[in-house]
């Protein structure tokens, strides 16, 4: 199981939170993140159910992480093991995650796949995202993986696609001609773009594509 005291910064205020593993009595809690995270025109079929957060914690609750702040949950993020082959990266969220279900997790696997993180707007601007992503590399090193991947969304290409395709948008967000807010934000903890996925997830604003973003276990031995 996994717990972690740190404190985030509201300007220059000091407050405590608390990563750890979650629970079944965090349910409620998980599923009103998921609806604050992911409004319209997300679809909100792709928000958790109680049977996915079920599966999350019996199949690999290492992957099964939640932060609160003074109390409250705020933010999750969610993985499963997988194994990855760089040769070819096409797939869609749902075939490697099962629709969230997680029964794809591989526990002879070699990568750490990234099924879902969110914050709830309430605390954004706090670092929770990052908090959250740098508590799975923990796990990654913890379970010797070679690496953490998943699909970034790409939120800001639908307004760019009819001046450049998906390759060339993601390429200006890590030039830094472009800002995404969610590409941008996977930089910033130290995620690495692989490539660019179409029809990964249906993403109205992301035209269905992804970017494939990994970070490497620093002490994996080839």
Request: aromatic residues 10%; hydrophobic residues 35%; proline residues 6%.
């Amino acid at each position: 199981m996994y717990r972690k005291k740190l404190f985030v910064f509201k300007k220059d205020k000091p407050i405590e939170a608390v990563i750890r593993t979650y629970n079944k009595s965090d349910f409620p809690g998980l599923i009103k993140v998921q609806k604050e995270s992911f409004p319209p025109p997300f679809p909100s079929d792709l928000w958790w159910n109680e049977d996915q957060l079920t599966n999350h914690i019996t199949l690999f609750p290492e992957g099964a992480l939640c932060i609160e702040v003074e109390g409250e949950i705020a933010g999750s993020i969610t993985g499963m093991i997988t194994t990855f082959d760089p040769s070819n990266i096409q797939h869609s969220w749902s075939e490697v995650t099962d629709d969230g279900y997680i029964k794809t997790h591989d526990p002879n696997g070699n990568a750490l796949y990234i099924v879902d993180i969110g914050v709830s707007p309430r605390f954004r601007g706090l670092g929770l995202g990052k908090a959250l992503m740098h508590s799975m590399y923990e796990v990654v090193i913890q379970l010797k993986l070679e690496r953490l991947l998943g699909g970034g969304r790409m939120p800001g290409y639908r307004k760019a696609s009819e001046k450049m395709t998906a390759t060339q948008y993601l390429d200006s967000v890590v030039k830094g001609g472009t800002h995404d807010q969610v590409i941008s934000f996977l930089l910033r903890c130290g995620r690495l773009p692989v490539g660019v996925i179409p029809d990964y997830l249906e993403d109205e604003e992301s035209l269905n594509h992804a970017a494939l973003m990994e970070w490497r276990n620093p002490f994996f031995n080839n």
